[in-house]
């Protein structure tokens, strides 16, 4: 199981940036997945979910309305698109096979700052 996630990097507030998730080494179309995020001295948060077909998603509040989650089961690829980035925001992001908040990929470093 592989998972390389990437699209992190340095945004002001108000930003926005795209993260991406390549899954391989295992049936991608049929699992659903979760994008979470973990801030230094915090524990890890899962913020958005979609189950295997992309019929239904979640969010934790205090994204909904600036994150939205997508997944091209062509292209074994999760997709995250953040918008209004928020200080708080910053974290490093990862994907996760399920719901869960267990980390297989390196993540990508999300920065907010001005």
């Known amino acids: 199981v592989q998972l390389v996630e990437s699209g992190g990097g340095m945004v002001q507030p108000g930003g926005s940036l795209r993260l991406s998730c390549t899954g391989s080494?295992?049936?991608?179309?049929?699992?659903?997945m979760s994008w979470a995020r973990q801030a230094p001295g915090n524990g890890p948060e899962r913020v958005a979910t979609?189950?295997?077909?992309?019929?239904?998603?979640y969010y934790v509040d205090s994204v909904k309305g600036r994150f939205a989650i997508a997944k091209d089961n062509a292209k074994n690829t999760l997709y995250l698109q953040m918008d209004s980035l928020k200080p708080e925001d910053t974290a490093l992001y990862y994907c996760?096979?399920?719901w869960g908040t267990g980390r297989v990929g390196q993540g990508t470093q999300v920065t907010v700052s001005s």
């Open positions: 996760v096979i399920g």
């Open positions: 080494g295992f049936p991608f179309h049929i699992v659903d």
């Open positions: 979609i189950n295997s077909a992309g019929a239904e998603i």
